[in-house]
C-alpha cells in the first residue's frame, strides 16, 4: 500500500462533508445516499488501511525535526479506529431516520461527516502534535451538532462545552511543550520520551505538569471536577450524544490520557508517585459521584450522560494503574462500553423519537409498546452493570483484577468504587427496565396504545448492537489478545 | 460424549427458551407440551450422567477468564435434582396457569434459569459459579414478579436488590480470593488456600463470597427476602425456588465451607452459629404465620438452618465429618423433595381456592384423600418421624452434633455445644408444630362457611407426581442404607468427607430418642402455644387463627430500607457538595477578582447581537481601591519569588 493511502480516511469525510455545507442537497434521499455513501466509502477506506498498513509514516507538514504533522496506525490508533469505523455507519443509518424531526438535516450531516474524518486524524496521529491538531479540531466540529437545535439550552451547553474543552486542550498543550523540552522526541513512543538526562531533578516539576495534561485531556473524558459539560450536551440529538458523548469525543479524550501516560510520560516515570495519587483518586470519585448523579437524575439522556461520566472513569481508573493489565482493562471497557452506552442512547432516542417523552417516569409500560427497543435497552443495561456473560462483566472483571495484582492501597479502594457504582448502576438503569414491564398499580394501558417500535432503519441498528455486546461477552478472549499485545508495547 | 452432555445440559434448556418463546406467540398448546419435552430431555440428559462420572469440559476463552464444567458424585445428584425438580414442577404448571397472563414470559425464564441452574451445578470453577448464579439470579426474578400484583412487585424488588447486591460483594470476594489463591478451581483450591499466609485476607474473601450465596440461600441475617418473595411466586416458581435455587446458595457456601476453608474451625463455628439463629428464627416464624405458603417459606429458611448446622459441624469436626457430610447431604436432598411437594399443594389449593389464608382455606382438604396423603408424607418427612426420610437426615446431623460433644467432653467443656444440641432438638419440635398446624387446618378441621368441594380439583399428571415423590420419601426412610447412604457416599469426595467406618443404625435406641424428644417438644408447642395462644373465637364462636407475630418486627422494614435510603442520602449529599465544590471556587474567584465586562444590553429585536452599555460594573466584594491593587501586586511577587526560590 502506498504511503499517501493514511491521509484518504482523514481527508475524504472533512472535504466531503464541506462540500455539503457549501452545496446543500435539498432532496432527502439523495442526501442519505450521499452521506451513506460517504460514509460507508471511508468507513472501508480506514479498514482497509487498518488491515494493510503501510510500513512508513506519512508526514503531511514538517515545522521542524520535532515538530511535524505525522500519520501512522499503531495497535491503540487501530483498536480506536476500527471502534468509530464500525459504529459510524450504524449511526449514519440510525440519523436519516431520527434527524427527520430535528430539521436542517444538511448543516448536521454535513458536519457529522466531517467529525468522522477528524476523529480517525486522531486515531492516526503519529506524534503529540499531531494527536493535539486534531484535538482542538474535533471541538470546532462538533460544536454546531451539540448547538444543534439553536435554542437556549442548546447555546448554553455549547458554549460550556467549548470553554471547557479548549481550556483542556490550552493544559494539555502546557504538558505537551514539556515533553518536548525534557523528552527527545514528540513521537508517541510505547514506555514514554523523557530523557533521563534532562529530567534528573525536576520529577517534581514534570509530574505537576503530567497531571495538567491528564486533567486538560480529561476534560474531554469528563472527569470530575471537569465533567459539567458532558450531562448538559446531552440537549444534542440524540445520534450525537451516542455517537460523540459516548463514544467517539468522549474516548478521544481517554484516547488522549492514554497516549499521555504511556507513549508520553511513560509507566515507569510515573508509577508509585504522587501524580498517580492523585489521578487515581479523581478517577475514583468520579466513578462513584457519576453513578450516583445518574440515579437522581429523571431526565433519561441525562442519566445516560451521568453513567458515561461514570465509565470513562473505569477506563482512566484502569488505565492510570499503569500497569500492562491495567490498560487492557481499559482498552476492554474502552470497546465495551462504546458498544453498550450508543446501544443505550439508541433506545432512548428512539423513544424520543416515537413519543416525545424524556423522563424515565414517563416510560411505564413500553416494555409491550415498544418491545425491540426496550429489549436492546434491558440487554445493555445489564451489561452495563456487569451481569455476566455480557461484555460490561468481562471489562470490570479485567479492571477489577489489574487493580487487585498492584496491590496498591489505593487500588483496593477503586475496586470498591466500582462495586459501590455497579451497584448504583443496577439502580440506575433497572429502575427503567423494571418500569417498563413491570407498571405496577396506577398504570393506564391507554397511555402508550400509540407508542410502537421506530422502523428498520433504528431497530436494525439496535439488533446489531445488542447482539455484538453479547458476542463480545461470549468471545472476547481474542480481543483481549489483541489487546494485551497492545499493552506489552508491541 | 461426557463433555458433550456437560455442555449440552446447560446450553440446551437455554435455546429451548428460546424456541418455545417464539411457537408460544403462535400457539400455547405446543408450547406447552414443547416445555415439558424440553425438562424432559434435560432429565434424560442427567440421567445419562450417571454413566460418565468425572465427565470434565474446559472452555478456553469463552467469557474472558473461560469456563469448566465437571461432573462428580456429588455434582450429578445435584444437577439430576434440578432437572427431577423442574419436570415436576412444569407438570402441574400447566393447569395452575391456565387462567393467567403472561404465560410465555414465565416460560422462557423458567427454561433460562434451568439452563443458568445446571450451569451452578456443573462448574468445576468458582467464576464459572458466578456467572451461571447471576443469570440464574436475573432469570428467577422474573418468577417472583410474574403476577405483578403490588406485593409480588414489592416483594420482586427486595429480591433482586439481594441478588444484585449479593453478586457484587460475592464478585468482590472472587476477586481477592483469585488474588490469594491464584487458581478458582475447585480441584485447586483446597491446597492453594492451605497455602494463603495471610488469614485475616482470606476469611475477608470467604466472608464476601458467602454474602451472596447466603443471600441466595436465606441465611440470618439475609432472608428477609425470602418469605415474601415466596409468597407472592406462583406457587411452581416457589417450589423451584425453595427445591432448588436456595440450594444453589448452599451449593456456594459448602465451595467456600469446604474447599476455601477446609476443615477451618473458626469458619465452622460462624456458620453453625448463623445456622443456627436461621434454624430457630424461620421455626418460630412459621409458628407464627397464619398463610399457607408463607408458613412453608419459613419453614424453608428454617430446614436452610439446619443445612447449614450441618455445614458448620463440618469444619468443626475436621477429621471426624463424615456424619456432618452425610447429613448435609441428604438434608439438601430431603428438603428439595419435601418442599416441592408442599408448594405444589400449596398451587392446586391456591388454583382452587384464590386464597392461601389458614382460615379461609380451612377445611378445604377434607374428603381428598390423595391431598391428605402427600401432604401428611412430605409434614412427617419434614418433621424427623421416624421410617420416614427425614428422620435419617436429621438424625445425621444430630449425631454429628453429639459426636462433637463427645470429644469436647473429652478434652473439658462442652457446654455451648450442648446448648446447640438443645435447641436443634427444640427447632425440630417447632417444625413439627407447624406442619400439624396446617395439617389440621387444611384436612381435619371443618370450615362452617364453606361446604366440602366436590368432584376433581388436581389433573392427573399433578396427583401421579404428588404420590410418586411422597412415596419416594418414605421408601427413602425405610430402605435408608440402599438408598441414601449410597447417594450420600458418592457425594462425599466433594465435600471432602472421610469414609464412614461402620455403617450408622439409624433405628438403634439412641437415635430414637433425638426424634422422639424433638416429637415430645412438638406436641407442647403445638398444644400449649399453636391452639392455645395463637387461636381466638370470633364472633360467631368459632376459634379462628390469628396472626400475633408484631408487626413492626420485620428486619426489612426496620432495618435495611433505613439503612439503604440514609446510605442513598448521605450518597446524594455527598455528591451534591461534590458538585457545587468548583462552584463555590468560581463564585469565590469572580468575586475576589473578576471585573465583569460592560453589561450586556440585548435590545429585544434581535438577541443574536448585544449592545454594551458605558460604565464597566464592578461586582466584587472587594472595592476598587489602590490598597486592593497593591494587595494584587504583592501577591504576584511573592509568587515569583516562591518560584525563583523553588526552581
Redesign the interface.
Known amino acids: 500500500m502506498p504511503v499517501w493511502i493514511l491521509c484518504l480516511p482523514v481527508l475524504f469525510p472533512i472535504l466531503a462533508g464541506a462540500f455539503m455545507l457549501a452545496r446543500p442537497i435539498e432532496d432527502r434521499r439523495k442526501r442519505q445516499i450521499y452521506v451513506a455513501g460517504a460514509v460507508i466509502v471511508n468507513a472501508v477506506l480506514a479498514m482497509a488501511v487498518l488491515v494493510w498498513t503501510p510500513d512508513e509514516a506519512l508526514t503531511l507538514i514538517r515545522f521542524s525535526d520535532t515538530m511535524q504533522i505525522t500519520l501512522q496506525v499503531d495497535g491503540m490508533g487501530r483498536i480506536f479506529g476500527i471502534l468509530v469505523s464500525l459504529l459510524w455507519p450504524l449511526t449514519t443509518f440510525y440519523s436519516f431516520e431520527y434527524m427527520k424531526h430535528e430539521g436542517r438535516e444538511n448543516k448536521f450531516f454535513g458536519f457529522f461527516t466531517m467529525t468522522f474524518g477528524v476523529i480517525v486524524g486522531v486515531a492516526f496521529a503519529d506524534n503529540f502534535l499531531t494527536l493535539y491538531l486534531f484535538y482542538e479540531l474535533l471541538t470546532l466540529a462538533t460544536l454546531p451538532l451539540v448547538m444543534h437545535s439553536m435554542d437556549g439550552r442548546a447555546r448554553y451547553a455549547g458554549k460550556k462545552y467549548l470553554i471547557y474543552s479548549l481550556s483542556g486542550a490550552a493544559f494539555a498543550f502546557i504538558a505537551m511543550i514539556f515533553l518536548l523540552s525534557y523528552g527527545s522526541t514528540l513521537d508517541f513512543t510505547f514506555g514514554g520520551v523523557l530523557d533521563p538526562a534532562k529530567t534528573g531533578g525536576k520529577e517534581l516539576l514534570l509530574q505537576t505538569v503530567f497531571i495538567l495534561g491528564f486533567f486538560g485531556f480529561g476534560v474531554k473524558a469528563a472527569v470530575?471536577?471537569f465533567h459539567?459539560w458532558l450531562p448538559d450536551a446531552s440537549v444534542a440529538p440524540t445520534p450525537v450524544s451516542a455517537l460523540l458523548h459516548a463514544v467517539a469525543v468522549v474516548k478521544a479524550g481517554v484516547f488522549a490520557v492514554i497516549r499521555l501516560t504511556y507513549y508520553g510520560f511513560g509507566c515507569d516515570f510515573l508509577r508509585g508517585s504522587w501524580a498517580q495519587t492523585v489521578v487515581m483518586t479523581a478517577a475514583a470519585?468520579t466513578i462513584?459521584?457519576g453513578s450516583?448523579?445518574a440515579?437522581?437524575t429523571p431526565h433519561l439522556k441525562r442519566r445516560l450522560a451521568y453513567s458515561t461520566v461514570s465509565n470513562l472513569s473505569y477506563i482512566l481508573f484502569s488505565v492510570t494503574l499503569m500497569t500492562p493489565a491495567g490498560l487492557v482493562g481499559g482498552l476492554s471497557h474502552m470497546v465495551f462500553h462504546a458498544v453498550i452506552k450508543i446501544t443505550l442512547f439508541f433506545c432512548a432516542g428512539a423513544i424520543i423519537y416515537k413519543t416525545h417523552r424524556e423522563y424515565v417516569y414517563q416510560l411505564e409500560g413500553f416494555g409491550r409498546a415498544m418491545p425491540v427497543t426496550m429489549a436492546a435497552f434491558t440487554i445493555a443495561s445489564?451489561g452495563l452493570?456487569?451481569?455476566?456473560?455480557l461484555a460490561g462483566?468481562?471489562s470490570k472483571?479485567?479492571i477489577?483484577?489489574a487493580a487487585?495484582?498492584t496491590g496498591m492501597p489505593l487500588a483496593w479502594i477503586g475496586?470498591?468504587a466500582l462495586?459501590v457504582s455497579?451497584?448504583?448502576t443496577?439502580l440506575y438503569l433497572?429502575a427503567v427496565v423494571?418500569r417498563a414491564y413491570?407498571p405496577?398499580?396506577g398504570y393506564d394501558p391507554a397511555s402508550v396504545k400509540e407508542v410502537e417500535d421506530p422502523n428498520r432503519l433504528m431497530t436494525v441498528p439496535l439488533i446489531i448492537l445488542s447482539a455484538a455486546s453479547v458476542l463480545l461477552?461470549?468471545?472476547?478472549?481474542?480481543l483481549?489478545a489483541v489487546f494485551e499485545r497492545i499493552a506489552a508495547g508491541l | 460424549m461426557g463433555s458433550f452432555l456437560l455442555i449440552f445440559l446447560v446450553l440446551f434448556p437455554m435455546a429451548g427458551a428460546v424456541a418455545s418463546y417464539l411457537i408460544g406467540r403462535k400457539s400455547k398448546s405446543v408450547r406447552d407440551w414443547l416445555v415439558l419435552a424440553i425438562t424432559v430431555a434435560e432429565l434424560f440428559g442427567a440421567l445419562l450422567l450417571l454413566y460418565f462420572p468425572g465427565a470434565a469440559l474446559r472452555m478456553?476463552?469463552?467469557?474472558?477468564?473461560?469456563l469448566t464444567f465437571q461432573a462428580d458424585g456429588f455434582r450429578i445428584v445435584m444437577a439430576l435434582l434440578t432437572a427431577a425438580v423442574w419436570m415436576m414442577t412444569t407438570l402441574p404448571s400447566k393447569s395452575y396457569f391456565a387462567h393467567r397472563h403472561n404465560r410465555n414470559r414465565y416460560y422462557l425464564f423458567l427454561l433460562l434459569a434451568l439452563g443458568a441452574t445446571m450451569g451452578i451445578f456443573l462448574s468445576g470453577d468458582l467464576y464459572t459459579t458466578?456467572?451461571f448464579f447471576?443469570?440464574m439470579s436475573?432469570a428467577s426474578y422474573v418468577w417472583v414478579?410474574q403476577e405483578?400484583?403490588?406485593e409480588a412487585?414489592k416483594a420482586?424488588?427486595s429480591y433482586?436488590t439481594i441478588g444484585?447486591?449479593g453478586?457484587?460483594?460475592t464478585?468482590?470476594g472472587v476477586?481477592?480470593l483469585?488474588?490469594l489463591a491464584g487458581t478458582l478451581q475447585f480441584d485447586l483450591l483446597r491446597g492453594a488456600c492451605a497455602a494463603v499466609g495471610d488469614r485475616r485476607l482470606l476469611y475477608a474473601a470467604g466472608g464476601c463470597i458467602l454474602f451472596g450465596f447466603a443471600a441466595k440461600a436465606g441465611m440470618f441475617p439475609l432472608h428477609f427476602w425470602m418469605p415474601r418473595s415466596y409468597t407472592a411466586a406462583p406457587a411452581p416458581a416457589t417450589a423451584i425456588l425453595s427445591a432448588v435455587l436456595s440450594k444453589a446458595g448452599i451449593f456456594g457456601i459448602l465451595v467456600v465451607s469446604c474447599d476455601v476453608f477446609y476443615r477451618d474451625a473458626d469458619w465452622g463455628m460462624l456458620i453453625l452459629i448463623l445456622g443456627v439463629v436461621t434454624m430457630l428464627l424461620g421455626a418460630v416464624l412459621g409458628l407464627f404465620s397464619i398463610n399457607l405458603k408463607r408458613t412453608l417459606a419459613c419453614s424453608s429458611m428454617s430446614q436452610i438452618g439446619f443445612i447449614l448446622v450441618g455445614v458448620g459441624m463440618q469444619g468443626l469436626l475436621g477429621a471426624h465429618n463424615q456424619l456432618a457430610v452425610y447429613g448435609t447431604v441428604l438434608h439438601m436432598l430431603n428438603h428439595s423433595l419435601i418442599k416441592l411437594i408442599l408448594f405444589v399443594i400449596a398451587g392446586v389449593i391456591f388454583t382452587r381456592t384464590e386464597s392461601l389464608d389458614l382460615n379461609e382455606i380451612r377445611g378445604w382438604g377434607r374428603g381428598k384423600p390423595l391431598l391428605a396423603f402427600s401432604f401428611l408424607m412430605a409434614a412427617v418427612g419434614v418433621g424427623g418421624i421416624p421410617l420416614w426420610s427425614g428422620y435419617i437426615s436429621k438424625t445425621l446431623l444430630h449425631e454429628g452434633i453429639v459426636e462433637y460433644i463427645e470429644i469436647l467432653a473429652a478434652q473439658g467443656s462442652a457446654g455451648l455445644m450442648r446448648v446447640i444440641e438443645w435447641l436443634f432438638l427444640i427447632a425440630g419440635g417447632m417444625t413439627l408444630a407447624y406442619m400439624t398446624k396446617l395439617f389440621v387446618a387444611i384436612f381435619i378441621e371443618k370450615n362452617p362457611e364453606k361446604p366440602v368441594e366436590k368432584g376433581t380439583y388436581m389433573d392427573k399428571p399433578t396427583s401421579a407426581m404428588l404420590t410418586i415423590s411422597g412415596l419416594t420419601l418414605l421408601l427413602f426412610g425405610l430402605f435408608a442404607h440402599g438408598t441414601m447412604d449410597r447417594i450420600a457416599e458418592a457425594s462425599r469426595s466433594f465435600l471432602g468427607g472421610e469414609a464412614l467406618e461402620h455403617t450408622v443404625r439409624y433405628f438403634s435406641w439412641t437415635n430414637l430418642q433425638g426424634a422422639l424428644i424433638s416429637v415430645c417438644i412438638g406436641a407442647v408447642l403445638y398444644f400449649g402455644v399453636v391452639r392455645f395462644l395463637l387461636m381466638k373465637k370470633d364472633r360467631q364462636g368459632v376459634r379462628v387463627y390469628v396472626d400475633r407475630w408484631p408487626r413492626w418486627a420485620d428486619l426489612e422494614n426496620l432495618v435495611y430500607r433505613p439503612l439503604l435510603q440514609g446510605l442513598?442520602f448521605v450518597?446524594?449529599f455527598?455528591?451534591r457538595i461534590?458538585?457545587s465544590?468548583?462552584d463555590w471556587l468560581i463564585y469565590l474567584i469572580h468575586r475576589l477578582f473578576y471585573k465583569k465586562a460592560p453589561q450586556t444590553v440585548e435590545p429585544k429585536t434581535n438577541e443574536q447581537f448585544g449592545a454594551y452599555s458605558n460604565r464597566p460594573v464592578y461586582r466584587g466584594i472587594v472595592g476598587e481601591t489602590l490598597a486592593y491593587e497593591l494587595l494584587l501586586y504583592g501577591a504576584g511577587v511573592v509568587a515569583t519569588l516562591l518560584y525563583l526560590l523553588l526552581q
Not at chain 1, 452493570?385 to 456473560?389: H, L
Not at chain 1, 461477552?473 to 481474542?478: I, K, R, V, Y
Open positions: 470530575f471536577p459539567g470519585v462513584v459521584y450516583a448523579m440515579l437522581r445489564l452493570m456487569g451481569i455476566p456473560p462483566f468481562i472483571w479485567n477489577a483484577t487487585v495484582d475496586v470498591a462495586i455497579a451497584l448504583l443496577a433497572m423494571i413491570f405496577g398499580k461477552g461470549l468471545c472476547a478472549s481474542p483481549l | 478456553e476463552g469463552i467469557c474472558g477468564l473461560g458466578f456467572i447471576e443469570m436475573f414478579v405483578e400484583t403490588s412487585i420482586s424488588r433482586l444484585v447486591l453478586g457484587l460483594v464478585l468482590m476477586f481477592l483469585y488474588h442513598a450518597g446524594a455527598c455528591s461534590a458538585a465544590v468548583a
